[in-house]
Protein backbone atom coordinates (compact mmCIF):
# COMPACT_ATOMS: atom_id res chain seq x y z
CA UNK A 1 0.00 0.00 0.00
CA UNK A 2 1.18 3.47 -0.25
CA UNK A 3 0.33 6.86 0.99
CA UNK A 4 -3.36 8.28 1.09
CA UNK A 5 -3.55 11.17 0.18
CA UNK A 6 -6.12 13.88 0.30
CA UNK A 7 -8.58 12.69 -2.73
CA UNK A 8 -8.83 9.25 -1.37
CA UNK A 9 -10.96 11.06 1.46
CA UNK A 10 -14.11 11.37 -1.06
CA UNK A 11 -16.18 15.23 -1.25
CA UNK A 12 -15.09 17.01 1.75
CA UNK A 13 -18.00 20.39 1.11
CA UNK A 14 -19.33 20.76 4.60
CA UNK A 15 -17.36 18.35 6.20
CA UNK A 16 -15.23 18.74 9.44
CA UNK A 17 -11.63 17.67 9.16
CA UNK A 18 -9.45 17.21 12.03
CA UNK A 19 -6.03 17.99 10.64
CA UNK A 20 -2.77 17.07 12.80
CA UNK A 21 -0.19 20.24 11.77
CA UNK A 22 3.20 20.50 13.45
CA UNK A 23 3.09 24.51 14.80
CA UNK A 24 6.00 23.60 17.27
CA UNK A 25 7.65 26.87 16.18
CA UNK A 26 10.67 28.14 18.52
CA UNK A 27 9.13 30.95 20.32
CA UNK A 28 11.35 33.98 22.48
CA UNK A 29 8.96 35.87 25.01
CA UNK A 30 6.45 35.42 23.82
CA UNK A 31 7.54 36.13 19.76
CA UNK A 32 7.31 33.39 17.03
CA UNK A 33 11.34 33.43 15.78
CA UNK A 34 10.71 31.28 12.80
CA UNK A 35 7.26 30.75 11.35
CA UNK A 36 8.19 28.28 8.90
CA UNK A 37 6.21 25.14 9.95
CA UNK A 38 3.21 27.42 10.15
CA UNK A 39 3.68 28.46 6.05
CA UNK A 40 4.30 24.75 5.54
CA UNK A 41 1.11 23.74 6.78
CA UNK A 42 -0.64 26.62 4.38
CA UNK A 43 -0.83 24.81 1.66
CA UNK A 44 -2.77 21.80 3.25
CA UNK A 45 -5.43 24.04 4.87
CA UNK A 46 -5.76 26.44 1.58
CA UNK A 47 -6.93 22.64 -0.43
CA UNK A 48 -9.19 21.47 2.26
CA UNK A 49 -10.64 25.12 2.20
CA UNK A 50 -11.28 24.98 -1.37
CA UNK A 51 -12.89 21.91 -0.96
CA UNK A 52 -15.27 23.43 1.11
CA UNK A 53 -14.40 22.05 4.47
CA UNK A 54 -13.76 22.92 8.26
CA UNK A 55 -10.14 22.98 8.93
CA UNK A 56 -9.70 21.96 12.82
CA UNK A 57 -6.35 21.58 13.18
CA UNK A 58 -4.45 20.75 15.88
CA UNK A 59 -0.31 20.64 16.91
CA UNK A 60 1.60 20.76 20.27
CA UNK A 61 4.25 22.73 20.60
CA UNK A 62 7.34 22.32 23.14
CA UNK A 63 6.74 19.86 26.32
CA UNK A 64 4.75 21.04 28.75
CA UNK A 65 4.78 17.81 30.46
CA UNK A 66 0.84 17.10 29.96
CA UNK A 67 -0.67 20.06 32.05
CA UNK A 68 -1.72 23.53 30.80
CA UNK A 69 1.64 26.02 30.83
CA UNK A 70 1.02 29.33 29.19
CA UNK A 71 4.23 29.29 27.97
CA UNK A 72 3.73 26.65 25.96
CA UNK A 73 0.26 28.17 24.17
CA UNK A 74 -0.25 28.00 20.95
CA UNK A 75 -2.30 31.61 21.19
CA UNK A 76 0.42 33.25 19.46
CA UNK A 77 0.46 30.55 16.69
CA UNK A 78 -3.27 31.37 16.07
CA UNK A 79 -2.69 34.99 15.25
CA UNK A 80 0.17 34.54 12.90
CA UNK A 81 -1.78 31.39 10.85
CA UNK A 82 -4.57 34.25 10.84
CA UNK A 83 -2.06 36.59 9.20
CA UNK A 84 -1.16 34.28 7.01
CA UNK A 85 -4.19 32.70 5.85
CA UNK A 86 -5.42 36.55 5.55
CA UNK A 87 -9.02 35.20 6.97
CA UNK A 88 -10.05 34.35 10.83
CA UNK A 89 -9.01 32.04 13.00
CA UNK A 90 -11.14 30.20 16.23
CA UNK A 91 -8.51 29.48 19.01
CA UNK A 92 -9.87 26.97 20.87
CA UNK A 93 -8.65 26.75 24.61
CA UNK A 94 -9.63 23.84 26.21
CA UNK A 95 -9.60 20.71 23.70
CA UNK A 96 -11.12 18.97 22.87
CA UNK A 97 -14.34 20.14 24.57
CA UNK A 98 -17.52 20.07 22.56
CA UNK A 99 -16.71 22.78 19.64
CA UNK A 100 -19.92 22.15 17.91
CA UNK A 101 -21.10 25.75 18.38
CA UNK A 102 -17.57 27.54 17.76
CA UNK A 103 -17.98 29.68 14.58
CA UNK A 104 -16.16 30.05 11.52
CA UNK A 105 -13.72 27.98 8.87
CA UNK A 106 -10.60 27.45 10.53
CA UNK A 107 -10.31 26.46 14.10
CA UNK A 108 -7.16 25.41 16.14
CA UNK A 109 -6.98 24.17 19.24
CA UNK A 110 -4.90 24.72 22.13
CA UNK A 111 -1.39 22.57 22.76
CA UNK A 112 -2.23 18.48 22.54
CA UNK A 113 0.69 18.25 25.18
CA UNK A 114 -1.44 19.91 27.81
CA UNK A 115 -3.27 16.70 28.07
CA UNK A 116 -1.03 13.97 28.96
CA UNK A 117 -2.82 11.14 27.02
CA UNK A 118 -1.03 12.70 24.04
CA UNK A 119 2.10 11.37 24.67
CA UNK A 120 1.41 8.54 27.11
CA UNK A 121 3.10 4.88 26.76
CA UNK A 122 -0.15 3.68 27.33
CA UNK A 123 -2.10 2.89 24.42
CA UNK A 124 -4.92 2.95 25.81
CA UNK A 125 -4.95 5.99 27.39
CA UNK A 126 -3.75 7.26 23.81
CA UNK A 127 -7.10 5.95 22.11
CA UNK A 128 -9.02 7.62 24.87
CA UNK A 129 -7.44 11.11 23.89
CA UNK A 130 -7.98 10.12 20.39
CA UNK A 131 -11.27 8.97 20.15
CA UNK A 132 -12.33 12.53 21.79
CA UNK A 133 -10.29 14.45 19.13
CA UNK A 134 -12.05 12.27 16.39
CA UNK A 135 -15.78 13.11 17.35
CA UNK A 136 -14.55 16.59 16.68
CA UNK A 137 -14.67 15.56 12.70
CA UNK A 138 -15.91 13.05 10.24
CA UNK A 139 -12.53 12.65 8.55
CA UNK A 140 -8.55 13.51 9.45
CA UNK A 141 -5.74 14.76 7.58
CA UNK A 142 -2.13 13.95 8.94
CA UNK A 143 0.37 16.70 8.26
CA UNK A 144 2.65 17.68 10.82
CA UNK A 145 5.75 15.71 8.94
CA UNK A 146 7.99 16.20 12.45
CA UNK A 147 6.08 14.46 14.35
CA UNK A 148 5.53 11.11 12.28
CA UNK A 149 7.97 9.28 13.71
CA UNK A 150 6.13 9.64 17.21
CA UNK A 151 3.34 7.10 18.09
CA UNK A 152 1.04 9.41 19.87
CA UNK A 153 -2.43 9.95 19.92
CA UNK A 154 -3.29 12.39 17.61
CA UNK A 155 -0.33 11.15 15.31
CA UNK A 156 -1.32 7.12 15.14
CA UNK A 157 -4.34 6.75 17.30
CA UNK A 158 -6.56 9.39 15.75
CA UNK A 159 -5.61 8.30 12.42
CA UNK A 160 -7.42 5.05 13.24
CA UNK A 161 -10.29 6.37 14.70
CA UNK A 162 -11.57 8.59 11.30
CA UNK A 163 -10.56 7.83 7.62
CA UNK A 164 -7.47 9.33 6.93
CA UNK A 165 -5.27 10.59 4.73
CA UNK A 166 -1.63 12.54 4.35
CA UNK A 167 -1.33 15.95 3.72
CA UNK A 168 0.63 17.50 1.13
CA UNK A 169 3.65 18.16 3.11
CA UNK A 170 4.14 15.23 4.31
CA UNK A 171 3.36 14.00 0.66
CA UNK A 172 6.19 16.21 -0.77
CA UNK A 173 8.71 15.26 2.50
CA UNK A 174 8.37 11.63 1.52
CA UNK A 175 8.84 12.32 -2.51
CA UNK A 176 12.13 14.11 -1.77
CA UNK A 177 13.62 11.56 1.32
CA UNK A 178 12.39 8.92 -1.04
CA UNK A 179 14.74 10.12 -3.70
CA UNK A 180 17.62 10.79 -1.08
CA UNK A 181 17.12 7.02 -0.60
CA UNK A 182 15.89 5.15 -3.70
CA UNK A 183 17.41 6.64 -6.52
CA UNK A 184 19.90 9.66 -5.80
CA UNK A 185 21.60 11.50 -9.22
CA UNK A 186 25.55 10.73 -8.63
CA UNK A 187 27.80 12.27 -7.23
CA UNK A 188 25.72 12.31 -4.18
CA UNK A 189 26.84 14.36 -0.77
CA UNK A 190 25.99 14.18 2.17
CA UNK A 191 26.98 16.72 5.03
CA UNK A 192 26.63 16.13 8.63
CA UNK A 193 27.12 18.56 11.80
CA UNK A 194 25.26 19.53 14.97
CA UNK A 195 25.95 19.05 17.94
CA UNK A 196 25.01 14.83 19.02
CA UNK A 197 27.48 11.95 16.83
CA UNK A 198 25.18 9.18 18.66
CA UNK A 199 21.80 10.99 16.58
CA UNK A 200 23.29 11.23 13.30
CA UNK A 201 25.45 7.78 13.33
CA UNK A 202 22.53 5.51 12.24
CA UNK A 203 21.96 7.76 8.81
CA UNK A 204 25.95 7.47 7.94
CA UNK A 205 25.02 3.56 8.88
CA UNK A 206 22.22 3.50 5.85
CA UNK A 207 23.43 6.33 3.54
CA UNK A 208 26.97 4.90 3.22
CA UNK A 209 26.41 2.18 0.60
CA UNK A 210 24.89 5.22 -1.03
CA UNK A 211 26.72 8.26 -1.18
CA UNK A 212 29.99 9.31 -3.12
CA UNK A 213 30.97 11.92 -0.38
CA UNK A 214 30.29 11.98 3.36
CA UNK A 215 31.66 15.60 4.60
CA UNK A 216 31.32 15.63 8.73
CA UNK A 217 31.45 19.03 10.84
CA UNK A 218 29.78 20.43 13.65
CA UNK A 219 30.12 19.20 17.27
CA UNK A 220 30.66 15.42 15.55
CA UNK A 221 33.87 16.12 13.72
CA UNK A 222 35.85 16.16 17.27
CA UNK A 223 34.49 12.55 18.02
CA UNK A 224 36.10 11.85 14.58
CA UNK A 225 39.47 13.23 14.81
CA UNK A 226 39.75 11.54 18.12
CA UNK A 227 38.71 8.01 16.54
CA UNK A 228 42.27 8.88 13.96
CA UNK A 229 44.02 9.91 17.16
CA UNK A 230 44.18 13.34 17.39
CA UNK A 231 44.05 15.47 20.68
CA UNK A 232 40.80 17.77 20.65
CA UNK A 233 41.03 19.95 23.99
CA UNK A 234 37.97 21.04 25.19
CA UNK A 235 35.86 20.28 22.05
CA UNK A 236 32.61 17.94 21.93
CA UNK A 237 33.53 14.41 22.41
CA UNK A 238 31.25 11.35 22.59
CA UNK A 239 33.85 8.91 23.54
CA UNK A 240 31.37 6.31 24.18
CA UNK A 241 31.01 6.47 20.22
CA UNK A 242 34.44 5.98 18.97
CA UNK A 243 34.44 2.69 18.24
CA UNK A 244 31.45 3.03 16.39
CA UNK A 245 32.99 6.11 14.69
CA UNK A 246 36.14 4.13 13.58
CA UNK A 247 34.42 1.41 12.40
CA UNK A 248 32.11 3.62 9.93
CA UNK A 249 35.73 5.30 8.99
CA UNK A 250 37.00 1.58 8.06
CA UNK A 251 33.45 0.66 6.12
CA UNK A 252 33.90 4.40 4.06
CA UNK A 253 37.36 2.94 2.54
CA UNK A 254 35.86 -0.32 1.89
CA UNK A 255 33.31 1.26 0.05
CA UNK A 256 35.04 3.68 -1.70
CA UNK A 257 33.26 6.96 -0.34
CA UNK A 258 35.30 10.08 -0.25
CA UNK A 259 34.95 10.88 4.07
CA UNK A 260 36.20 14.44 4.35
CA UNK A 261 36.85 15.14 8.16
CA UNK A 262 38.29 18.81 8.70
CA UNK A 263 41.82 19.57 8.08
CA UNK A 264 41.38 22.99 9.94
CA UNK A 265 39.17 24.12 12.76
CA UNK A 266 38.13 27.33 14.54
CA UNK A 267 39.30 26.82 18.41
CA UNK A 268 38.20 29.11 20.73
CA UNK A 269 39.24 30.20 24.50
CA UNK A 270 35.64 29.60 25.96
CA UNK A 271 32.12 28.59 24.45
CA UNK A 272 31.18 32.16 24.18
CA UNK A 273 30.50 35.02 21.58
CA UNK A 274 33.22 36.95 21.86
CA UNK A 275 35.57 34.35 22.79
CA UNK A 276 38.79 34.92 21.66
CA UNK A 277 39.97 32.36 18.40
CA UNK A 278 42.34 31.12 16.60
CA UNK A 279 42.66 28.67 13.24
CA UNK A 280 44.36 25.56 13.84
CA UNK A 281 45.02 22.43 12.28
CA UNK A 282 42.81 19.09 12.50
CA UNK A 283 45.61 17.69 13.90
CA UNK A 284 46.73 19.80 16.34
CA UNK A 285 44.25 21.71 17.90
CA UNK A 286 46.20 22.20 21.45
CA UNK A 287 49.24 23.01 19.80
CA UNK A 288 47.68 26.53 19.90
CA UNK A 289 47.04 29.70 22.09
CA UNK A 290 44.86 28.11 24.44
CA UNK A 291 46.32 24.63 24.50
CA UNK A 292 43.95 21.48 25.76
CA UNK A 293 41.33 24.15 27.24
CA UNK A 294 40.51 25.44 23.33
CA UNK A 295 36.88 24.57 22.45
CA UNK A 296 36.53 23.69 18.50
CA UNK A 297 33.35 25.73 17.56
CA UNK A 298 33.89 25.73 13.72
CA UNK A 299 35.04 24.55 10.77
CA UNK A 300 38.09 26.13 9.12
CA UNK A 301 38.57 28.19 6.08
CA UNK A 302 40.34 25.56 4.35
CA UNK A 303 37.86 23.32 5.10
CA UNK A 304 35.33 24.91 4.42
CA UNK A 305 36.58 25.83 0.76
CA UNK A 306 36.81 22.03 0.16
CA UNK A 307 33.28 21.33 1.42
CA UNK A 308 31.76 24.23 -0.69
CA UNK A 309 33.89 22.75 -3.97
CA UNK A 310 32.46 18.76 -2.95
CA UNK A 311 28.94 20.36 -2.39
CA UNK A 312 28.60 22.94 -5.35
CA UNK A 313 30.03 19.73 -7.56
CA UNK A 314 27.48 17.23 -6.27
CA UNK A 315 24.00 16.61 -8.18
CA UNK A 316 22.45 15.42 -4.86
CA UNK A 317 22.98 16.92 -1.55
CA UNK A 318 21.24 15.93 1.83
CA UNK A 319 23.01 18.51 4.47
CA UNK A 320 21.69 17.83 8.14
CA UNK A 321 23.51 20.04 11.08
CA UNK A 322 25.45 23.13 11.68
CA UNK A 323 29.37 23.03 10.56
CA UNK A 324 29.79 25.14 13.59
CA UNK A 325 28.14 27.21 16.63
CA UNK A 326 26.38 29.47 14.15
CA UNK A 327 24.13 31.59 16.64
CA UNK A 328 27.55 33.13 17.27
CA UNK A 329 28.39 35.49 14.21
CA UNK A 330 32.50 34.74 15.16
CA UNK A 331 31.72 30.82 14.43
CA UNK A 332 28.85 30.79 11.27
CA UNK A 333 31.47 31.39 8.74
CA UNK A 334 31.32 27.90 7.75
CA UNK A 335 27.79 26.90 8.16
CA UNK A 336 27.65 29.83 5.89
CA UNK A 337 29.55 28.62 3.24
CA UNK A 338 27.94 25.02 3.25
CA UNK A 339 24.89 26.62 2.97
CA UNK A 340 25.70 28.94 0.04
CA UNK A 341 27.37 25.86 -1.78
CA UNK A 342 24.17 24.31 -1.54
CA UNK A 343 22.30 27.13 -3.35
CA UNK A 344 24.44 26.59 -6.38
CA UNK A 345 23.55 22.53 -6.61
CA UNK A 346 22.65 21.45 -9.93
CA UNK A 347 20.34 19.16 -9.19
CA UNK A 348 18.87 18.46 -5.44
CA UNK A 349 19.93 20.17 -2.72
CA UNK A 350 18.10 19.08 0.55
CA UNK A 351 18.78 20.59 4.29
CA UNK A 352 16.94 18.92 7.14
CA UNK A 353 16.82 19.71 10.40
CA UNK A 354 15.54 22.10 12.93
CA UNK A 355 18.69 24.06 13.69
CA UNK A 356 19.79 23.59 9.84
CA UNK A 357 16.66 25.24 8.76
CA UNK A 358 16.87 27.79 11.61
CA UNK A 359 20.64 28.52 10.46
CA UNK A 360 19.81 29.08 6.92
CA UNK A 361 17.49 31.33 7.13
CA UNK A 362 18.67 33.33 10.30
CA UNK A 363 22.08 33.85 8.57
CA UNK A 364 19.73 35.38 5.21
CA UNK A 365 19.30 32.42 2.48
CA UNK A 366 15.46 32.65 0.59
CA UNK A 367 14.01 28.88 1.36
CA UNK A 368 13.65 29.09 -2.27
CA UNK A 369 17.49 29.00 -3.42
CA UNK A 370 17.20 25.44 -1.77
CA UNK A 371 15.90 22.27 -3.30
CA UNK A 372 13.53 21.35 -0.28
CA UNK A 373 13.86 22.23 3.61
CA UNK A 374 12.56 19.65 5.89
CA UNK A 375 10.32 20.92 8.26
CA UNK A 376 11.13 17.46 10.45
CA UNK A 377 14.48 17.25 11.94
CA UNK A 378 13.77 13.77 13.79
CA UNK A 379 11.50 12.24 11.53
CA UNK A 380 13.73 13.02 8.51
CA UNK A 381 16.68 11.67 10.09
CA UNK A 382 14.67 8.53 11.17
CA UNK A 383 13.36 8.16 7.64
CA UNK A 384 16.90 7.97 6.08
CA UNK A 385 18.11 5.26 8.79
CA UNK A 386 15.80 3.14 6.99
CA UNK A 387 13.25 3.12 10.21
CA UNK A 388 9.70 2.76 10.28
CA UNK A 389 7.88 5.63 11.07
CA UNK A 390 4.43 4.68 13.04
CA UNK A 391 2.39 7.89 11.58
CA UNK A 392 3.23 7.52 8.09
CA UNK A 393 2.63 3.68 8.25
CA UNK A 394 -0.85 4.59 9.81
CA UNK A 395 -1.45 6.78 6.70
CA UNK A 396 -0.93 3.29 4.50
CA UNK A 397 3.28 4.18 3.62
CA UNK A 398 5.15 0.84 3.66
CA UNK A 399 8.45 2.03 2.02
CA UNK A 400 9.40 0.54 -1.10
P1 LIG B 1 19.64 20.00 13.60
O1 LIG B 1 18.57 20.56 14.52
O2 LIG B 1 19.75 20.77 12.33
O3 LIG B 1 19.48 18.51 13.40
P2 LIG B 1 21.47 19.66 15.79
O4 LIG B 1 20.34 19.85 16.73
O5 LIG B 1 22.11 18.35 15.69
O6 LIG B 1 21.05 20.19 14.33
O7 LIG B 1 22.66 20.66 16.18
C1 LIG B 1 22.51 22.04 16.19
C2 LIG B 1 23.47 22.68 17.17
O8 LIG B 1 24.78 22.20 16.98
C3 LIG B 1 23.53 24.18 17.01
O9 LIG B 1 22.87 24.78 18.10
C4 LIG B 1 25.03 24.47 17.00
O10 LIG B 1 25.39 25.54 17.85
C5 LIG B 1 25.63 23.18 17.52
N1 LIG B 1 27.02 23.00 17.11
C6 LIG B 1 27.53 23.01 15.87
N2 LIG B 1 28.87 22.88 15.90
C7 LIG B 1 29.22 22.80 17.19
C8 LIG B 1 30.47 22.68 17.89
N3 LIG B 1 31.63 22.62 17.23
N4 LIG B 1 30.43 22.63 19.24
C9 LIG B 1 29.27 22.70 19.89
N5 LIG B 1 28.06 22.81 19.31
C10 LIG B 1 28.04 22.87 17.98
MG1 LIG C 1 18.33 20.43 16.68
Not at 2 to 23: S, W
Not at 40 to 55: F, H, Q, S, Y
Not at 171 to 194: H, I
Request: net charge negative.
Amino acid sequence: MTLRTIDTLGDLEGKRVVVRVDFNVPLKDGEITDDGRIRAALPTIDLLLRKGATVIACSHLGRPDGEPNPKYSLAPVAQRLSELLGAPVTFVETPPADISSVEGDVVLLENLRFDPRETSKDAGERASFASELAALGDVMVSDGFGVVHRKQASVYELAEALPSAAGTLIASELEVLDRLTETPEKPYAVVLGGSKVSDKLGVIDHLLPRVDSLLIGGGMLFTFLAAQGHKVGASLLEADQLDRVREYIARAEELGVDLIVPTDVVVASKFAADAEHEVRPADDIEGGAFGAAGIGLDIGPETSARFAEVVAASRTVFWNGPMGVFEFDAFAAGTKAVAQALTEVDGLSVVGGGDSAAAVRALGFDDDRFGHISTGGGASLEFLEGKKLPGLEVLGWQGK
